[in-house]
């Protein structure tokens, strides 16, 4: 079993940056990949990116529309995932939520993978 609590969102101008975490709890999370995705009012829940563990490589994986703004990273030692935003838009604005998916194959781009979600953080991006 493995909770997660997002924080970090909040408000920022267009241009500008907001770090996201993810905390987890249990002693497994290193063993997980970990996702972000978000959803903004009246739309599907998007994929944002995706991370994989440690000992298949760290692989890192990214949404058309964020690639090139956004970088995934994780913590093991902290049980913690990050997703530094750089140059937002105001598309950007979404509620993020941060996704763990026991290790396997498959793609992490479906939220059909994961197996635990964390409660959500708003994001809001002002033009």
């Known amino acids: 079993q493995v909770q997660l609590v997002e924080s970090g969102g909040g408000l920022a101008q267009a241009g500008g940056s907001l770090r996201l975490s993810c905390a987890a709890s249990?002693?497994?999370?290193?063993?997980?990949?970990m996702g972000w995705f978000r959803q903004a009012p009246g739309k599907e829940r998007d994929f944002v990116a995706a991370i994989t563990n440690s000992w298949t490589g760290t692989n890192t994986y990214y949404g058309d529309s964020v690639k090139g703004r956004f970088t995934i990273s994780r913590d093991d030692a902290k049980n913690t995932v990050y997703l530094q935003m750089n140059s937002l838009k105001p598309e950007d604005t979404a509620v993020y939520y941060c996704?763990?998916?026991?290790?396997?194959?498959?793609?992490?781009?479906?939220?059909?993978?994961?197996?635990?979600w964390g409660q959500g953080t708003q994001v809001t991006v002002s033009s």
């Open positions: 996704a763990a998916a026991y290790t396997g194959s498959g793609n992490l781009y479906t939220t059909r993978r994961y197996d635990y």
């Open positions: 249990g002693h497994t999370f290193s063993r997980y990949a």
